[in-house]
């Protein structure tokens, strides 16, 4: 039996070569979304969680009230928690402390050098964390303060083989903590590719408590992360509660909120709102899981739709079988397995597809996946698989097969009216998706767009942006003072940090007229050089900006508008104030520039001058010059730091990644969408050539009878574009909806205007016009003697 | 006794009237018989032929074949029931186009758990009977109405039903075949003993049977 039906369905694929190629291309489609997707879900779900301590480990953050009504929430904290952790609460197992290095160190072995991202932690770090060590005791690795760790690659890059390594001694600079030693290897460890955390070497804490001045360790310092390992069946609410007000406890000056998040859960959920962990990226796995499945979904609508619009092609087949005796378990059955062998084949096809199309999806996502054929992968895509071929086989076999035989025979079948509605509501249905998904791209792009042009109160084309390296450390001045004199550059400064981020923060300032309100308020703050202001094209409000008038400037400070205003300062120029050290005289007010990506308003902000805080350096080139400008900078770069490369970025460029999660939603959403608005059209297509087979006699009778072949065209397509219009009745207001909320994330949107929704409803009528027009000319260019003599 | 219809009314309500599509029908089949059912179109003998053939119900009345009280009995059991001893023929043939010749014949054996050694057999033995071995890998487009109706009563007995139905199963052929395929009927009822009743709108057709029924506006006259 099971050889008699393949063949039936073999040869009817061969004579309905066109619904079958429309069914193999959409749902191969949809599966390959489904299982890229999936590929990328589950490597999203997999981030941290190899740590063997995974469920028992947590981070320690704060919430600090920001002066202004709501919490923000830091994720470091004091080295004085790592011990009072240790020591104090019971109900840590195990902690351990790790202070990230903002830029790269310089690492030296002989004559070879490379630059590495490295952090200092704690002598516990490789027993709370599971990164697996090569070498090295983990007990003992990180206790002494000349050791270093490090990481397989770099050991392999500096002495060939990982086992030569250990023992040997290595150089490191570090300017930011103006580091400057020479560390024994001790041992060897990998970070896995799942590891939110990638780092080339470890010093140990003691390294950094070395250089730490004691005066500044204090509770409200936030240098370091603190994870802790808490003991089993520790109730993390109760836990919470207790801790909540430690920091208080131990200086009542400091009014902060201490509390335990899953390390784990950091990498998705890694955003918090007003104190609360609101998600994060978690958000864009969800919708994306959503949108392949929809996307499936969509094409095994048109399976269903094809199926049930041509039963009249496997009626007679049901009937007869019937009528030799055949009962409707058997013709459901064999109806399913119809539809699972499609899927089963399309399957083959996505998998072709996936391998194609991987290398694109990883650049967009920005991960190394494969199409590994593993045990819980295989299953889990062969359920998929099945469910689709029982869903989109469900609907067609319980439908052709509940036909009374003798009807059948006679071929009287006449769709009902809830039959004609559920294929209408299910074509509705697609639409209604493809549209979201059109009005969602576009929004999206306008508003990437609307960002990246936005005036952010400072100019960052054609800003050169290195680190601050090696001789660079002591003769910052005298490279800058050449580099001002180099054709091709407009001016030159240097800054802490960077422009897309001013990381540091501080509070607990005073200024005349200050309220009790306004005393938490917290500050932004970067060290920045001479000609900073004008390198980066800021504009002045009032005062002046820092010239060269070193140690002076050290007194000085300049505000932003923003936190003129909220501070309350009528005549800001020449008060002296305390901040970041007392008795700061205000020089200048710079207009308000964004340093953040634009989901966040701009914050109170100042600038300092000193110079040894500093890490990069900014040179403004000339437009059109840049070629000659890089090259000179090359050179003079080389006579200060021979051997280095001249290791630069474009600040556009990093503006640009601010917002990669945003490309990469859309970058993605336009792919889904149109293979969402694709997949949808081919079913359409079907649809429309079925319903013209369907009508060739009514078209015929009205083509005798004079209509023309226009009339008959608008006739045709009129069935469907009535269709495509109820989708946007449902799901214009839907996508509103969405892309208000989506929008509200930021501080600085587009406005929605109609243009966004018309443009998307007219991409949809354009091409279900298009789709079913040919059809329909078609139908209606037939001569109907054709048509009526078969009656 | 092969069937026996007592007192059948089927009826199909249409703008609040009833209208009566078999009226009080009474009729009794002994094994071994060929009986025509005649009548002009809409007089009711194609639904009592599906009435016969529980392809379709009955409102009222009592219909016993064999030992069994059809109209007692639930869905399955009339259907392994028809299944079992009665073959159809069709006017429109009704072969699936997409099978040949020999996978149309065994098609119903498929649904009556037959090993596939004796299926073979069984679609053998037939086409040898029929004189269609050259004709087994054809498709039914490739044969004329005659032989395509040929294989359709080929398809009918295969399962060695007691009683053959047949519906107009000359109407869309032309004399020479209608002929052929009457004679077919002719010698399976008498060599075979196999009971047949057809529906029929020829004189001639029906002479070939052994009694004739005939039907008016849903009653027997």
């Not at chain 1, 509390?259 to 978690?282: A, H, M, P, W």
């Not at chain 1, 869903?391 to 079948?413: C, D, E, H, Q, R």
């Not at chain 1, 792919?671 to 694709?678: K, N, Q, R, T």
């Not at chain 2, 490739?142 to 009918?156: N, T």
Request: net charge neutral; hydrophobic share 45%.
């Amino acid at each position: 039996m099971l050889k008699h039906n393949l063949l039936l369905y073999l040869r009817n694929i061969k004579k309905h070569r066109s619904s079958f190629l429309i069914n193999i291309v959409g749902l191969s489609t949809g599966l390959a979304c489904v299982v890229l997707v999936y590929l990328w879900v589950s490597d999203e779900l997999a981030m941290d969680k190899f740590h063997e301590h995974e469920e028992r480990l947590y981070q320690v953050r704060r919430n600090v009230s920001d002066g202004q009504g709501s919490l923000v929430t830091f994720s470091s904290n004091s080295s004085l928690m790592l011990t009072a952790l240790q020591q104090e609460v019971p109900e840590v197992e195990m902690a351990t402390a790790v202070y990230e290095f903002n830029n790269s160190a310089r690492l030296e072995v002989d004559d070879k050098k490379l630059s590495a991202i490295g952090s200092m932690a704690s002598e516990d770090f490789f027993k709370v964390f599971s990164y697996p060590l090569l070498s090295g005791d983990k007990n003992t690795v990180l206790t002494d303060v000349n050791s270093v760790v490090l990481s397989l690659e770099l050991a392999t890059n500096f002495f060939g083989k990982a086992s030569e390594a250990i023992g040997k001694t290595i150089s490191i600079k570090q300017g930011g903590q103006r580091i400057d030693e020479v560390f024994t290897v001790a041992g060897i460890f990998e970070v896995p590719e799942n590891s939110s955390e990638k780092f080339d070497f470890l010093l140990p804490y003691k390294t950094f408590l070395k250089y730490r001045n004691p005066d500044d360790i204090r509770w409200y310092s936030n240098s370091s992360s603190i994870y802790a390992l808490l003991r089993h069946n520790v109730d993390l609410d109760a836990f919470n509660n207790k801790m909540a007000d430690y920091i208080k406890k131990k200086n009542k000056n400091v009014d902060e909120q201490v509390f335990f998040t899953k390390f784990s859960d950091s990498y998705l959920r890694g955003s918090f709102e007003n104190g609360k962990q609101v998600g994060g990226r978690i958000t864009y796995v969800v919708l994306f899981s959503i949108v392949a499945i929809f996307v499936l979904l969509i094409a095994c609508i048109n399976f269903m739709n094809l199926s049930t619009a041509r039963a009249s092609r496997r009626l007679k087949e049901v009937g007869v079988k019937k009528a030799v005796g055949a009962n409707r378990r058997s013709l459901i059955f064999q109806f399913l397995s119809e539809s699972l062998l499609l899927s089963f084949f399309a399957l083959v096809c996505a998998c072709f597809l996936v391998m194609l199309i991987m290398p694109t999806f990883n650049t967009i996502t920005g991960k190394q996946l494969t199409l590994v054929l593993e045990g819980q992968m295989v299953s889990t895509i062969l359920l998929i698989t099945l469910l689709t071929g029982l869903l989109s086989g469900s609907y067609p076999a319980l439908y052709l097969t509940k036909f009374n035989v003798v009807k059948v025979l006679k071929g009287k079948i006449n769709s009902t009216f809830g039959e004609l509605l559920v294929r209408k509501g299910l074509v509705v249905f697609q639409f209604s998706i493809s549209l979201l998904l059109i009005v969602a791209v576009s929004v999206i792009y306008m508003q990437l767009d609307y960002v990246q042009s936005k005036n952010l109160g400072f100019n960052k084309d054609n800003v050169l942006i290195f680190e601050r390296q090696d001789a660079l450390t002591n003769s910052m001045d005298a490279f800058l003072e050449q580099a001002r004199q180099l054709p091709g550059v407009v001016n030159a400064s240097y800054m802490q940090g960077g422009m897309t981020n001013f990381s540091n923060s501080s509070r607990g300032h005073t200024w005349p007229g200050q309220t009790e309100a306004s005393k938490q308020m917290t500050f932004r703050h970067a060290h920045v050089g001479p000609e900073f202001i004008e390198t980066m094209g800021i504009e002045m409000k009032e005062g002046r900006s820092y010239i060269d008038e070193k140690p002076d400037n050290e007194s000085k400070i300049i505000l932003n508008e923003t936190a003129v205003k909220l501070m309350g300062l009528e005549n800001p120029i020449g008060t002296i104030i305390d901040m970041r050290g007392p008795n700061r005289e205000i020089i200048g007010v710079v207009k308000d520039f964004n340093i953040q990506s634009l989901y966040n308003e701009i914050a109170p902000m100042a600038l300092l001058c000193r110079t040894e805080w500093v890490s990069n350096l900014v040179i403004k080139i000339k437009a059109g010059e840049e070629k000659t400008a890089i090259t000179n900078l090359t050179k003079l770069y080389d006579k200060f730091n021979p051997g280095l490369e001249f290791d630069f970025r474009f600040l556009d460029n990093q503006y640009q990644e601010l917002y990669r999660a945003e490309q990469r939603v859309s970058t993605l959403s336009k792919y889904f969408a149109v293979m969402a608005i694709l997949i949808s059209c081919l079913g359409l297509f079907g649809l429309a050539a079925f319903s013209a087979e369907r009508r060739r006699k009514e078209i015929s009778i009205r083509k005798v009878l004079g209509q023309s072949i226009s009339q008959l065209t608008i006739m045709l397509s009129g069935e469907f574009v009535k269709l495509v219009m109820v989708s946007m009745l449902i799901s214009l207001p839907i996508s509103y909806l969405l892309a208000t909320d989506w929008l509200s994330q930021f501080a600085y949107k587009i406005s929605l205007h109609a243009g966004y929704f018309i443009g998307a409803a007219a991409v949809a009528l354009f091409v279900a016009m298009f789709t079913v027009g040919g059809q329909a000319i078609k139908a209606a260019h037939k001569n109907p003697i054709n048509a009526l003599r078969e009656e | 006794m092969l069937l026996q219809l007592n007192n059948i009314f089927k009826w199909v309500n249409s703008g609040g009237q009833r209208i009566f599509l078999l009226k009080d029908i009474n009729l009794e089949v002994e094994e071994g018989e060929f009986i025509s059912v005649m009548g002009p179109s809409g007089s009711g003998k194609s639904t009592l032929l599906n009435v016969i053939g529980m392809l379709d119900g009955f409102d009222e009345g009592e219909y016993h074949f064999l030992d069994e009280s059809v109209h007692n009995l639930k869905e399955k059991h009339r259907s392994n029931l028809y299944k079992e001893y009665i073959g159809f023929v069709f006017q429109s043939y009704h072969l699936l186009d997409e099978l040949t010749v020999k996978e149309n014949l065994e098609m119903p054996l498929l649904y009556k758990k037959y090993k596939g050694a004796e299926r073979k057999a069984m679609v053998a033995d037939m086409l040898d009977r029929f004189n269609i071995v050259g004709k087994k890998d054809l498709f039914p487009t490739q044969l004329s109405g005659g032989q395509q109706q040929l294989v359709g009563v080929a398809r009918a007995l295969i399962a060695n039903p007691k009683l053959i139905l047949a519906d107009e199963p000359t109407g869309n052929l032309n004399s020479q075949q209608s002929e052929e395929i009457m004679a077919l009927f002719k010698k399976l009822n008498e060599e075979d003993g196999v009971t047949i009743i057809q529906v029929t709108h020829s004189e001639k057709n029906a002479a070939y049977g052994s009694r004739i029924v005939n039907l008016l506006d849903g009653r027997k006259v």
